[in-house]
């Protein structure tokens, strides 16, 4: 890889306008405001902080007329519509960008604040926590009431292209889908009226919400539901990742790919694997409900996923198509965590077509899942062509101090490596 150094400096630079968010309480204290009831309180800091938020758009993105627009070197190139499985120069899904940075600032903070959820001590961050592929290592999250919620976490990263979250897909914006945990009893459990009460008994909180969305402040106004998920929606839209080597390589960086990773990707997009049919570059994914027959996690009930709607019974256990972007750092796989690693998830496809149907299920296979019969060296090389999907140079900066004065989650971990 002779070239490799000087073409990431050049691939980053037409990816990349912008920097980290960086907005913090110009005092430098920890809050002014105690916690509404029925939530911890905060520590009452001696002096009252002035909170400002970031004016920079973060990385990946460009400002103009105020606003965050996305910048990539993928936006040269056509969409992917009617373009099969997509190339190695082919262009993204739209995006959510046009976001404010101030909105995107405080949706970071809201992110990491567990104030959001009933009891104080769970935040968005809890489940999908950034040094771990926004993901949290678990089969299964686990939720206010320290049990296991339905599914497993999935990643975040380029949740600004989606059109459909969740595993089963069934919300189909950031705005909604953030209303699912917040207020799911099994996961932060909070209701709008209190988490309202909350963010509005905040100081803090009122100050940045009013610098955020100005034109609904007034004279400091009541903070709104729709301004949370609208926060929420915007700090998610800026998780970008693709910088990876893949990216370099499918820019025109020939030698950004080990041999056995270019092999690797040669089987991943051959009619044979078929991969690339479902995980379309360049966002590995073709958004599309698949049902595939997966196993469930051991001591899991069958999951009916998709089908679980009264108006979808071919979908019964189908589930959205993740991307697999930063898949090493995410493991388990699959909605119930039932893979432990990349090696055992590929080993899945070439077992033969349905064989992980639990009897008395007749599932409306998806008509990709059939018997590749992949070698151990095709299914080894498929694995390492994944890693070379990784990507996590635009990671955001976690807080130092929240708005609410509560901690930071526990299982946040400050060393900023993976486990």
Not at 13 to 18: Q, R
Not at 288 to 302: D, K, L, N, W, Y
Not at 355 to 373: D, F, N, R, Y
Request: proline share 7%.
């Amino acid at each position: 890889m002779k070239r490799l150094a000087s073409q990431v400096a050049l691939f980053v630079e037409a990816l990349l306008v912008g920097a980290s968010l960086t907005g913090a309480p110009t005092a430098g204290a920890s809050l002014a405001g105690q916690a509404a009831a029925g939530t911890p309180a905060a520590t009452a800091p001696a002096r009252t902080a002035s909170w400002h938020l970031s004016d920079q758009c973060p990385a990946s993105f460009e400002k103009r007329e105020s606003r965050c627009w996305l910048r990539s070197a993928y936006q040269q190139y056509a969409s992917l519509t009617g373009a099969g499985v997509g190339g190695l120069k082919t262009g993204l899904p739209p995006i959510r960008d046009g976001f404010t940075p101030r909105q995107i600032d405080l949706g970071r903070y809201l992110f990491f604040d567990p104030a959001l959820s009933a009891n104080g001590r769970l935040a968005c961050a809890s489940c999908h926590i950034p040094d771990r592929g926004f993901s949290d290592h678990r089969t299964h999250s686990i939720g206010i009431a320290g049990r296991e919620v339905r599914r497993n976490a999935p990643s975040l990263w380029n949740v600004g292209f989606l059109r459909r979250f969740f595993w089963d897909g069934r919300a189909h914006s950031l705005e909604e889908q953030a209303q699912g945990p917040l207020y799911n009893a099994l996961e932060m459990g909070n209701r709008p009226e209190s988490m309202l009460r909350t963010l509005n008994g905040l100081p803090a909180y009122r100050e940045l919400f009013a610098q955020a969305f100005p034109a609904s402040a007034g004279s400091r106004g009541a903070i709104s539901a729709p301004q949370v998920y609208g926060a929420l929606a915007a700090f998610e839209s800026s998780l970008i990742s693709l910088n990876s080597r893949y990216d370099l390589y499918a820019q025109g960086v020939a030698d950004a790919l080990t041999a056995n990773e270019l092999e690797g990707f040669n089987v991943f997009r051959s009619f044979v694997a078929r991969c690339a049919e479902c995980h379309t570059p360049p966002l590995f994914t073709n958004q599309q409900i698949a049902v595939i027959g997966m196993p469930e996690a051991r001591g899991h009930a069958f999951d009916p996923g998709a089908g679980d709607a009264p108006d979808a019974p071919l979908l019964r256990g189908g589930f959205k198509v993740p991307s697999l972007r930063n898949a090493s750092f995410t493991a388990p796989y699959g909605h119930s965590g039932q893979f432990g690693t990349l090696r055992e998830t590929v080993a899945f496809y070439t077992k033969g077509r349905g064989h992980a149907v639990p009897p008395g299920e007749h599932l409306q296979l998806h008509w990709h899942i059939w018997e590749p019969k992949l070698s151990d060296h095709e299914l080894d090389r498929l694995v390492d062509f994944l890693g070379a999907l990784s990507d996590e140079s635009f990671l955001p900066a976690t807080p130092d101090v929240l708005p609410s004065g509560l901690p930071l989650p526990a299982e946040l971990k400050r060393d900023g490596e993976h486990s």
